[in-house]
T-cell receptor, first 111, second 114 residues
Framework: GENVEQHPSTLSVQEGDSAVIKCTYS??????FPWYKQELGKRPQLIID?????GEKKDQRIAVTLNKTAKHFSLHITETQPEDSAVYFC??????????FGTGTKLQVIP | EAGVVQSPRYKIIEKKQPVAFWCNPI?????LYWYLQNLGQGPELLIR????????DSQLPKDRFSAERLKGVDSTLKIQPAELGDSAVYLC????????????FGPGTRLLVL
């Protein structure tokens, strides 16, 4: 099966700084990598995703990069705001919609 | 468009009691997932349905957990009997079709077993 490791587990940044969360995966057949944001007590919500045939994708302040050779992908948040504070989960989809989630990163943006 | 609906939102039961969770996916979504999420962890898949068929239940502890999606729309997840270690959030998610990986999550049911 797939194994997804996510680092760091907690991250504190000053408002306006950038935040980077990294994930590695083990199954080279994984072909879809979504990122979810989960605020306290709320449902995970998709914020950005990337497919294996793309190296980078950007949506306003959020970007995701994928290195297939190294089997890692990263979430980049620029100009962080207090409302970015949440737990972020990466995931890898492999073998026909089998999905494995990372363990999560608790991001705290300090005003 | 209404999102994934789950009920109840919270449930407190004593160990050895049965409990059931209900999920109504987004209209037209054929694929339905049940996940377990422990505190500080990512969701872990319990079972995945394509319409009414359970296509992946390899992670479902079948000695005490069961699920059904009789008409291929809403679904019920049951635990009988519940154990202390079952305390967690149970998330339901849906996606439009098998080749669409994006999943839409419900708000979850937070279970506390005493």
């Amino acid at each position: 099966g797939e194994n997804v490791e996510q680092h760091p587990s907690t991250l504190s940044v000053q408002e306006g700084d950038s935040a980077v969360i990294k994930c590695t995966y083990s199954d080279s057949a994984s072909n879809y990598f979504p990122w979810y944001k989960q605020e306290l007590g709320k449902r995970p919500q998709l914020i950005i995703d990337i497919r294996s045939n793309v190296g980078e994708k950007k949506d306003q302040r959020i970007a995701v990069t994928l290195n297939k050779t190294a089997k890692h992908f990263s979430l980049h948040i620029t100009e962080t705001q207090p409302e970015d504070s949440a737990v972020y989960f990466c995931a890898a989809v492999w073998s026909y919609q089998k999905v494995t989630f990372g363990t999560g990163t608790k991001l705290q943006v300090i005003p | 468009e209404a999102g994934v609906v789950q009920s109840p939102r919270y449930k407190i039961i004593e160990k050895k009691q049965p409990v059931a969770f209900w999920c109504n996916p987004i209209s037209g979504h054929n694929t339905l997932y049940w996940y377990l999420q422990n505190l500080g962890q990512g969701p872990e898949l319990l079972i995945r349905y394509e319409n009414e068929e359970a296509v992946d239940d390899s992670q479902l502890p079948k000695d005490r957990f069961s699920a059904e999606r009789l008409k291929g729309v809403d679904s019920t997840l049951k635990i009988q009997p519940a154990e202390l270690g079952d305390s967690a959030v149970y998330l339901c998610a849906s996606s439009p079709r098998p080749d669409q990986e994006t999943q839409y999550f419900g708000p979850g049911t937070r279970l506390l077993v005493l």
